[in-house]
T-cell receptor
Framework: GNSVTQMEGPVTLSEEAFLTINCTYT??????LFWYVQYPGEGLQLLLK?????DKGSNKGFEATYRKETTSFHLEKGSVQVSDSAVYFC????????????FGSGTQLTVLP | NAGVTQTPKFQVLKTGQSMTLQCAQD?????MSWYRQDPGMGLRLIHY???????DQGEVPNGYNVSRSTTEDFPLRLLSAAPSQTSVYFC?????????????FGPGTRLTVT
């Protein structure tokens, strides 16, 4: 079946540090890949997505590149802010008729001033 | 637009009680779904609907029922609550399951079963 594996958290960084959250996936066919962010007390929001190999998704300074050869979609940001503190979820949507979202376990990020 | 709304925000049930978690959206979205979020496990799909009158099971459907009588509403029913159903429940909707249509999540319902 389909699965998403994220790096274990929590991650604590100082403001302006570089962020990487690793995500790898297992899926048949050609899935689409997503990063969602959940701020405290809120529902998930789509952060960025990539729908085919070598696509780069980007939003709010975050980037992730769809790497089919390594089945990865790592999230990066060059300089994090306190307001980036949240839980980040990697997810895939499989190809085929069902096309359900499969989520990773989430990574808690805390950015200290 | 209010987006996706969920009620209640918090609920405590005793084992064996039943209840309905409400979900509504005002974006005329065809696709709606229910997830549960448990620590260390991400979100898991319970049930989903691709339009009024059409529902199907997700990854963890046991102990839950859904119906979709209107486009706007997608309630989730717990028939006989169990402690294993203690979780945070999220409802989501999108225009379709196509990748270009973003899925919007409600704020969640935190359920505790004692």
């Amino acid at each position: 079946g389909n699965s998403v594996t994220q790096m274990e958290g929590p991650v604590t960084l100082s403001e302006e540090a570089f962020l990487t959250i690793n995500c790898t996936y297992t899926a048949t066919g050609y899935p689409s890949l997503f990063w969602y962010v959940q701020y405290p007390g809120e529902g998930l929001q789509l952060l960025l997505k990539a729908t085919k190999a070598d696509d780069k998704g980007s939003n709010k300074g975050f980037e992730a590149t769809y790497r089919k050869e390594t089945t990865s979609f790592h999230l990066e940001k060059g300089s994090v802010q306190v307001s980036d503190s949240a839980v980040y979820f990697c997810a895939l949507r499989a190809s085929g008729s069902a096309r359900q979202l499969t989520f990773g376990s989430g990574t808690q990020l805390t950015v200290l001033p | 637009n209010a987006g996706v709304t969920q009620t209640p925000k918090f609920q405590v049930l005793k084992t064996g009680q039943s209840m309905t978690l409400q979900c509504a959206q005002d974006m005329n979205h065809e696709y709606m779904s229910w997830y549960r979020q448990d620590p260390g496990m991400g979100l898991r799909l319970i049930h989903y609907s691709v339009g009024a009158g059409i529902t199907d099971q997700g990854e963890v459907p046991n102990g839950y029922n859904v119906s979709r009588s209107t486009t706007e509403d997608f309630p989730l029913r717990l028939l006989s609550a169990a402690p294993s159903q203690t979780s945070v429940y999220f409802c989501a909707s999108s225009y379709s399951r196509a990748d270009e249509h973003e899925q919007y999540f409600g704020p969640g319902t935190r359920l505790t079963v004692t």
